[in-house]
Nanobody, 126 residues
C-alpha cells in the first residue's frame, strides 16, 4: 500500500514562514517527481512547485518566496514557505509520480502511478 502523508500546515501571520513535509511510503521502486499543489476555496487546484528529473518548477506567484527540496533517501519532499501572504491560504496537496511494484496472482508487476496526499491546510492571516 503506497501512501503520501503531509504535515506542517497551520495558521501563520502574513510575512511569516512555514515548512511542509510529505513522506512517500510503500512498495516504491523509484520516484520520477514529487511536488506540491494547492487549492484555495472556490478555486481550481494549481501547481505550487515540483521537483522532476529535469529540475524544479515553481508557480510565478511563489517564485522567490517558496523553496521545494527533496530528501531522496527518505522519500520526502519539503516546501519551505517564506513571506507568506493571505492569498497563499489554501489546502496544500503533495503529489508524486511513482514507480511501484505489486503482486497479483503470484506475478510481480511494476507500474507508474500518480499519487496524492490528503492535503494540509495553510491559513495566512492579515
Amino acid at each position: 500500500q503506497v501512501q503520501l502523508v503531509e504535515s506542517g500546515g497551520g495558521l501563520v501571520q502574513a510575512g511569516g514562514s512555514l515548512t511542509l513535509s510529505c513522506v512517500a511510503s510503500g512498495s516504491i521502486v523509484s520516484i520520477n517527481a514529487m511536488g506540491w499543489y494547492r487549492q484555495a476555496p472556490g478555486k481550481q487546484r494549481e501547481l505550487v512547485a515540483n521537483i522532476t528529473r529535469g529540475g524544479t518548477n515553481y508557480a510565478d506567484s511563489v517564485k522567490g518566496r517558496f523553496t521545494a527540496s527533496r530528501d531522496n533517501a527518505k522519500n520526502t519532499v519539503y516546501l519551505r514557505m517564506d513571506s507568506l501572504k493571505p492569498e497563499d491560504t489554501a489546502v496544500y496537496y503533495c503529489n508524486a509520480e511513482l514507480v511501484i511494484t505489486f503482486q497479483e496472482m503470484g506475478v510481480s508487476y511494476i507500474e507508474g502511478v500518480d499519487y496524492w496526499g490528503k492535503g494540509t491546510l495553510v491559513t495566512v492571516s492579515s
